[in-house]
């Protein structure tokens, strides 16, 4: 076909270009063929006959591999918890029969995603994971790193596994856990389950079968209301709080559409309940467990609090285009939803601030369109950041409220050194009394800022703290914690006669206030008799106390290292964030362990077992591989390092020098990996002396003057010595 003539780069042709780069981002499970030598791209079955294909693909294109036979997904909800158990297989339908390449896996995870387990088979040998202490440095030098793990936006983990044949089949089982979103009284999971066209086999007949088992459990022994799903669910059971469903399909393409599904937990009024558990076998602590529950309920004529709002948003240069311009669309967005009662300010900051106006606005229409204009024409994102000064500024500003609740709004994209100082200044207010009641809440954007000290500050403040990995998703995860840390119907919770416990650990330990946009849950242990009932207190919005008395009743069945396990590991990393406290940190560890979520003191490994041993190689092979030590690195890893599944603690560096988010350093191939790829191309010839030749042209690393040295010596060496000898100097 005649080639269209070029256009300009306009604005709707970026666009379009991005939607064609969005459209091949994972939106399931995935597995990708990774190929570095074109050449060996072909039907396993069918040889074409291609002609040879020169060149190299740097960095290596990936090719999605097409899934056979039955996809299964089982899933469990409870509270506002799901787990989620995925299975498929994928056939290496486009690398020839007598070669290998690695495999790229791709987990896109829902709403606050965490990876708990992989299970990988391959012919000849399967992967299981484990999460080991990150301290142990002795078995990390054990491990290759090989297995190049890592987020994409912060939803979806991709990871590697080594060497697999052309037309080999890929079985993966893949855990993981994700959060339901809460809206009205209603609970929604969305499951990543979209798959492309492309990876539907073609050319023969292939069953395709797709089955989705779910579990859902209330945990409150509430009625469930189902209100829509996204697939034709089978009832298989029901009983109070409880309910099972069954989808099993013959389909002719994998399904299209992510798997969705919305219940109600029917109450007009605000309920809640205790749940008490024991111990597991073998568990860290030996104490108790509880968790409470508070959810607001359909009751419109619980009012929410009036409120006073200070919006602190960092416009140092890292924020430049997109991450401010959403910012600051969520902003706008956030300030639309405030009520003509309620009051607002707005402080900018770098090195700097600069404040909106020197008085709390009333929400009208025309103070919020200023807001808009000075936003739009007075703000550009430059310089540094300083989070204390605009800080302080904002305590100042609502120090003299009275019948309503003040919010201080924070957005930041980076790490600042007098983090724990802040968290200090904020605590010594807070505990030194006044009349005000503040509340902080918390917005990350990208990961160069500290999670842990955000998150801190807002449970400090009795607040809530959410992140943004990406500049498109900012403006509607800022508009969802807006309305969450803004519509609060009960403050000041407290939980009476927990102190005659003989121990007590409350996670947060700052109970945060209950609002419409999602129920509380507060967990921990105890040791001791746990009262029954427990009497929970409040203040309503018109400053009337409120108190429920809440059942407590022991469980058995219900996963509680499932449905709290994540809260509390980021809860209690950032208290070890905080103090310092090593034996903290070790507790959270070996809970991450225990429960098979990940922390910033555990990593994940794939260990490796093999089904049956090859046949031995000849004598002449053996002898080249144990006189070449470098060499031995190609043998397959029994123990492949995926490394830390967190986001760590911030990058003061990356901050400093106003690295925007998002951005991610290209992390080229190690030498030692070049060398030991160019080497493995020479081995099939080993006997021959051109095998060298064929080494300083495939090793890109050496200059002319390196590759001329090293052909005049490889006249003068044995093969294997000259290998050696290139090593050395390469190195």
Excluded at 405 to 413: G, H, K, R
Excluded at 512 to 537: A, E, H, M, Q, T
Aim: aromatic content about 8%; charged content about 20%; proline content about 5%.
């Amino acid at each position: 076909m005649t080639p269209a003539a070029t256009a300009a780069m306009t604005r709707s042709m970026s666009a379009k270009s991005s939607d064609v780069a969005e459209s091949y981002f994972p939106t399931a499970v995935m597995a990708y063929a990774v190929v570095s030598e074109p050449e060996l791209v072909e039907n396993p079955d069918v040889p074409s006959y291609q002609p040879y294909v020169h060149g190299r693909c740097e960095p290596p294109a990936l090719i999605p591999l097409q899934m056979h036979g039955v996809v299964t997904m089982e899933i469990d909800c409870c509270l506002d918890h799901a787990n989620v158990c995925f299975s498929g297989a994928w056939r290496v339908h486009c690398i020839k029969g007598n070669s290998k390449c690695d495999v790229r896996i791709a987990v896109p995870m829902g709403e606050q995603g965490s990876l708990l387990g992989v299970e990988v088979d391959v012919p000849g040998r399967s992967y299981h994971s484990q999460l080991i202490e990150a301290e142990d440095a002795n078995y990390k030098e054990k491990v290759s790193k090989g297995g190049n793990g890592r987020f994409m936006r912060g939803s979806v983990y991709t990871f590697k596994i080594p060497q697999v044949e052309g037309g080999a089949t890929v079985s993966i089982k893949v855990i993981w856990s994700q959060k339901l979103l809460y809206h009205e009284g209603q609970f929604s999971l969305n499951v990543p389950f979209s798959f492309p066209a492309f990876v539907n086999p073609v050319g023969k007949k292939i069953s395709k079968r797709e089955k989705i088992l779910l579990n859902v459990s209330s945990g409150v022994g509430k009625e469930i209301l189902c209100k829509s799903t996204s697939h034709a669910l089978k009832e298989l059971r029901r009983e109070v709080g409880k309910m099972g469903f069954l989808y099993d399909a013959e389909v002719l393409t994998w399904s299209s559409a992510d798997f969705s599904f919305s219940y109600n937990v029917y109450s007009k009024d605000l309920f809640g309940g205790v749940l008490l558990q024991s111990p597991l076998l073998r568990d860290i602590d030996d104490r108790q467990m509880f968790c409470f529950y508070l959810f607001p309920g359909n009751n419109q004529s619980m009012k929410a609090f009036r409120k006073e709002v200070i919006f602190i948003i960092d416009i140092s240069r890292s924020m430049k285009g997109g991450p401010f311009e959403s910012a600051k669309n969520g902003l706008l967005s956030s300030l639309q939803k405030l009520n003509p009662e309620d009051s607002f300010n707005i402080i900018a900051f770098n090195v700097e601030t600069y404040l909106f106006s020197s008085v709390m606005e009333q929400a009208t229409e025309e103070a919020i369109i200023e807001a808009t204009r000075w936003l739009n024409d007075k703000l550009t994102a430059d310089g540094g950041t300083n989070i204390l000064v605009p800080l302080k500024q904002a305590i100042k500003l609502l120090a003299e409220t009275t019948n309503s609740i003040p919010v201080i709004f924070l957005i930041t994209d980076g790490a600042v050194e007098d983090e724990r100082d802040i968290c200090n200044f904020v605590k010594g207010y807070l505990t030194s009394g006044g009349s005000i009641s503040l509340r902080i809440s918390t917005f990350g954007i990208g990961t160069y800022c500290n999670h842990h000290f955000l998150r801190m500050l807002a449970q400090i403040g009795r607040g809530h703290f959410d992140t943004a990995y990406d500049a498109d998703s900012v403006d509607f995860r800022m508009q969802k914690l807006f309305t969450t840390a803004s519509s609060i119907i009960l403050a000041d919770i407290t939980v009476d006669a927990l102190e005659h416990l003989d121990s007590l650990e409350l996670l947060p330990f700052c109970i945060p206030d209950l609002s419409r946009g999602s129920p509380l849950i507060v967990s921990g242990r105890y040791s001791g008799n746990f009262p029954d009932p427990v009497k929970i207190s409040g203040t309503l919005a018109d400053m009337r106390k409120f108190t429920i008395d809440l059942k407590a009743q022991k469980t058995k069945d219900l996963p509680f290292d499932r449905v709290v396990g994540r809260r509390q590991i980021d809860l209690l990393t950032a208290n070890a964030w905080l103090s310092g406290s090593k034996e903290l940190e070790q507790k959270v560890a070996k809970m991450s362990i225990q429960t098979g979520f990940p922390s910033e003191y555990t990593l994940m490994v794939l260990h490796q077992t093999l089904k049956d041993e090859k046949a031995p190689e000849t004598i002449l092979i053996q002898d080249v591989f144990n006189k070449i030590n470098p060499l031995k690195k190609m043998d397959l890893p029994k123990t492949i390092m995926l490394g830390n599944l967190c986001v760590g603690f911030g990058n003061l560096t990356a901050t400093a020098e106003n690295i925007p988010p998002g951005t991610e350093e290209t992390k080229s191939s190690e030498a030692a990996e070049m060398l030991v790829k160019a080497a493995s191309n020479c081995c099939g010839r080993v006997a021959d002396r051109c095998c060298c030749m064929c080494f300083i042209q495939t090793c890109s690393y050496m200059n002319n003057q390196c590759a001329i040295i090293l052909s005049q010596l490889c006249a003068a060496l044995a093969c294997v010595e000259c290998i050696n000898c290139c090593i050395e100097l390469c190195e």
